[in-house]
T-cell receptor, first 110, second 113 residues
Framework: GESVGLHLPTLSVQEGDNSIINCAYS??????FIWYKQESGKGPQFIID?????DKRQGQRVTVLLNKTVKHLSLQIAATQPGDSAVYFC?????????FGAGTTVTVRA | KAGVTQTPRYLIKTRGQQVTLSCSPI?????VSWYQQTPGQGLQFLFE???????NKGNFPGRFSGRQFSNSRSEMNVSTLELGDSALYLC????????????FGPGTRLTVT
């Protein structure tokens, strides 16, 4: 079965607001996670990654939080823009392969 | 630095035929992975190659195969195509370890009729 899963398949956000996308994983031995963004007609684009020795990592307008106790990670997008509209995937990187969640479609309202 | 390139971008085949897809990784990347993306199953791992050796394989039938060349370029082949093989086939490259992020190409859209 699926080793990572997303909580919500869709998310509608007002432009300028913050977005939070959640993901749960089942393998407590998992130690490396990646968030990807996929726009229509394109391949997944690397956003940010986090390893199990960290709880938080920040990039440009994005923050990933990892809670190993409850096996949960989240992606926060600050000041969401129309260009952030896409499908977002969390993925577990292990044994030279990525295991993906089902994806959350983020729609930004003007 | 150029990204991952995949050829062809679009392909239409008939049931029973075979197809070969090609992937050129980012310069310096030695690991190439292949994924199948469909609306129903999402992104599914096919296989991963490093230095011409397959290190991991997903749960796909033997009709799906791949290989990697000495210059790290990779090909995947699907024989005896079925309607259900219609999908976006994505290639990703990385430096080589599970500890490194994978970067994806634009994919090859395969339609089987």
């Amino acid at each position: 079965g699926e080793s990572v899963g997303l909580h919500l398949p869709t998310l509608s956000v007002q432009e300028g607001d913050n977005s939070i996308i959640n993901c749960a994983y089942s393998n407590s031995a998992s130690d490396y996670f990646i968030w990807y963004k996929q726009e229509s007609g394109k391949g997944p684009q690397f956003i940010i990654d986090i390893r199990s020795n960290m709880d938080k990592r920040q990039g440009q307008r994005v923050t990933v939080l990892l809670n190993k106790t409850v096996k949960h990670l989240s992606l926060q997008i600050a000041a969401t823009q129309p260009g952030d509209s896409a499908v977002y995937f969390c993925a577990e990187n292990n044994d030279y392969k990525l295991s993906f969640g089902a994806g959350t479609t983020v729609t930004v309202r003007a | 630095k150029a990204g991952v390139t995949q050829t062809p971008r679009y392909l239409i085949k008939t049931r029973g035929q075979q197809v070969t897809l090609s992937c050129s990784p980012i310069s310096g990347h030695r690991s190439v992975s292949w994924y199948q993306q469909t609306p129903g199953q999402g992104l599914q791992f096919l296989f991963e190659y490093f230095s011409e050796t397959q290190r991991n394989k997903g749960n796909f039938p033997g009709r799906f195969s791949g290989r990697q060349f000495s210059n790290s370029r990779s090909e995947m082949n699907v024989s005896t195509l079925e309607l259900g093989d219609s999908a976006l086939y994505l290639c990703a490259s990385s430096l080589g370890s599970s500890a490194y992020e994978q970067y994806f190409g634009p994919g090859t859209r395969l339609t089987v009729t």
